[in-house]
């Protein structure tokens, strides 16, 4: 069955550290994936998507992420973590065929200190 | 810019009331999307809708019905409104159904249920 796996429920980075974020898949196909990011009280946003083609694409915010089809991963990641980066992240995969749907990870929270 | 709305940031009800939670998307998109969010659950999927009257069940419609009488709004109906029900409700809409498309969600439903 498809899933998505983000194995850190919660992340704590200080202010202007790097950041990774973890995202597995199980898909048999070739995946359409997504980063959104939900700021506290808001609606998701989305934040890059992978469809094809390179595997690093850039986002918004200064985010990017690389998908490595052999490690079935598609990791977000930022070089230096804003304040304002404060927000819990999920991971998606896009289904094809008759269900296009997402399936969403279960989130990762993150925390920045000052 | 797109812009999905839903009506009610908060709702407190009582259990066995009959619940609308309403979304509105100005984009002429025709899918839409009813998630319920729980911690460590990430979004699941209730119910979508391609088009008009037309409505689809996601992963977990049980205890929820959902209305798309005109193409713009997409209204979630709880039946009889139960303490497990209790959650964060979002909404998404979508251009056509090719997963490719980008969900653009609401800012969420807080609904408890006393």
């Known amino acids: 069955a498809q899933s998505v796996t983000q194995p850190d429920i919660h992340i704590t980075v200080s202010e202007g550290a790097s950041l990774e974020l973890r995202c597995n898949y199980s898909y048999g196909a070739t995946p359409y994936l997504f980063w959104y990011v939900q700021s506290p009280g808001q609606g998701l946003q989305l934040l890059l998507k992978y469809f094809s083609g390179d595997t690093l694409v850039q986002g918004i915010k200064g985010f990017e992420a690389e998908f490595k089809r052999s490690q079935s991963s598609f990791n977000l990641r930022k070089p230096s973590v804003h304040w304002s980066d404060a927000a819990e992240y999920f991971c998606a995969v896009g289904l094809g065929g008759a269900t296009n749907k997402l399936i969403f990870g279960t989130g990762t929270l993150l925390a920045v200190q000052p | 810019d797109v812009k999905v709305t839903q009506s009610s940031r908060y709702l407190v009800k009582r259990t066995g009331e009959k619940v609308f939670l309403e979304c509105v998307q100005d984009?002429?998109?025709?899918?839409m999307f009813w998630y319920r969010q729980d911690p460590g659950l990430g979004l699941r999927l209730i119910y979508f809708s391609y088009d008009v009257k037309m409505k689809e069940k996601g992963d977990i419609p049980e205890g929820y019905s959902v209305s798309r009488e005109k193409k713009e709004r997409f209204s979630l109906i709880l039946e009889s409104a139960s303490t497990n029900q209790t959650s964060m409700y979002l909404c998404?809409?979508?251009?056509?159904?090719?997963?490719?498309?980008?969900?653009?969600f609401g800012a969420g439903t807080r609904l408890s249920v006393l």
């Open positions: 998404a809409s979508r251009f056509g159904a090719s997963t490719k498309n980008i969900q653009y």
């Open positions: 984009m002429d998109h025709e899918n």
